[in-house]
T-cell receptor
């Protein structure tokens, strides 16, 4: 069964500090997808990134970067020079591409990391 | 504007009173899904639908029903709500659900349900 672990329940840093959110996943599938979503205080879920299991390239998007390492089953998310607007709950999620029967399934989410950026 | 629309945003009801949370998407997506979010548990899938008239259980389907009579709509029905169904609910959609394209799940803005 697939599983996503976000061991950090809550992280608090001062603005402009760098912060890394950890995500460790378990899957028996060789083809899978990993996601990060942001949930600001307003409650909606904002898609940040999707990565498939064959693409281990790290990704950078502005102040955000992601480090995917299959050897450690991790997909960590780093925010550089954090800002107060980054305060949110961040979810890592996993989806196996195909299940028995040929149908794709939904996302399995981690429990989320509450990131607090203090001014 | 492409979006997933859930209604209502907030709902307070009493135990046993049937309710329906509506979900509609305007992107002609085949795949739709319902999740519930609870503190300390993250999001868990309730039901999903690969296409019209095709629905299947997710991880926590007990106490819920869904229907998919048309592609755009995927209502979540609680026939006899109980307090343990107090939660934040999200509807989501995707073009195929097969992840063969680059499109992630699109989420609605959520429905906060309180059952007293």
């Amino acid at each position: 069964a697939q599983k996503v672990t976000q061991a950090q329940t809550e992280i608090s840093v001062v603005e402009k500090e760098d912060v890394t959110l950890d995500c460790v996943y378990e899957t028996r599938d060789t083809t899978y997808y990993l996601f990060w979503y942001k949930q600001p205080p307003s409650g909606e879920l904002v898609f940040l990134i999707r990565r498939n299991s064959f693409d281990e390239q790290n990704e950078i998007s502005g102040r955000y970067s992601w480090n995917f390492q299959k050897s450690t089953s991790s997909f960590n998310f780093t925010i550089t020079a954090s800002q107060v607007v980054d305060s949110a709950v961040y979810f890592c999620a996993l989806s196996e591409a195909m299940r028995s029967g040929g149908g794709a399934d939904g996302l399995t989410f981690g429990k989320g990391t509450h990131l607090i950026i203090q001014p | 504007e492409a979006q997933v629309t859930q209604n209502p945003r907030y709902l307070i009801t009493v135990t046993g009173k049937k309710l329906t949370v509506t979900c509609s998407q305007n992107m002609n997506h085949e795949y739709m899904s319902w999740y519930r979010q609870d503190p300390g548990l993250g999001l868990r899938q309730i039901y999903y639908s690969m296409n019209v008239e095709v629905t299947d259980k997710g991880d926590v389907p007990e106490g819920y029903k869904v229907s998919r009579k048309e592609k755009r709509n995927f209502p979540l029905i609680l026939e006899s709500p109980s307090p343990n169904q107090t939660s934040l609910y999200f509807c989501a959609s995707s073009p195929t659900g097969g992840w063969t394209d680059n499109s992630p799940l699109h989420f609605g803005n959520g429905t906060r349900l309180t059952v007293t």
